[in-house]
C-alpha cells in the first residue's frame, strides 16, 4: 500500500479556490487509482473525483462537476484537487486514497484536510 498525506486546505470564501495536494510515498503510486473523498459533519463519506493511473479517465460527483480538476504527477508521487467556485456546501474534510488497479475499493486512504468554505 501506499502512505497518503494530503495538505492545501483551510478557509475561503464562498467563490473562491483551493488546491489540495496529497503526496504519496511506495514505487508503486504510479499504478494506482487515486481519488478524493470528503465528508461534512453529520453526513457520510462520499466520492468526489477519481483519476486513473494513467491520468487518462477522470470522474467527477455530479456536485462538482465543471467546478473542480482532478490531476496526478506521477514523477512526484503527488494527486491534485483544484477546487473553484467554492460553495459553503463544499465544507467538509477532503480525504486522498488511493487503490490498485485491480482492486474494487480504495484501500489506502489519508488523514484528511479541512475545507471550509464561508458564505
Known amino acids: 500500500q501506499v502512505q497518503l498525506v494530503e495538505s492545501g486546505g483551510g478557509l475561503v470564501q464562498a467563490g473562491g479556490s483551493l488546491r489540495l495536494s496529497c503526496a504519496a510515498s511506495?514505487?508503486?503510486?504510479?499504478?494506482?487509482?487515486m481519488g478524493w473523498f470528503r465528508q461534512a459533519p453529520g453526513k457520510e463519506r462520499e466520492f468526489v473525483s477519481s483519476?486513473?493511473?494513467?491520468?487518462?479517465?477522470?470522474r467527477y460527483a455530479d456536485s462538482v462537476k465543471g467546478r473542480f480538476t482532478i490531476s496526478r504527477d506521477n514523477a512526484k508521487n503527488t494527486v491534485y484537487l483544484q477546487m473553484n467556485s467554492l460553495k459553503p456546501e463544499d465544507t467538509a474534510v477532503y480525504y486522498c486514497?488511493?487503490?490498485?488497479?485491480?482492486?474494487?475499493?480504495?484501500?489506502?486512504w489519508g488523514q484528511g484536510t479541512q475545507v471550509t468554505v464561508s458564505s
Open positions: 486514497a488511493g487503490r490498485r488497479n485491480y482492486e474494487p475499493i480504495f484501500s489506502s
Open positions: 483519476i486513473a493511473w494513467t491520468g487518462g479517465t477522470t
Open positions: 511506495g514505487r508503486t503510486f504510479s499504478t494506482y487509482v
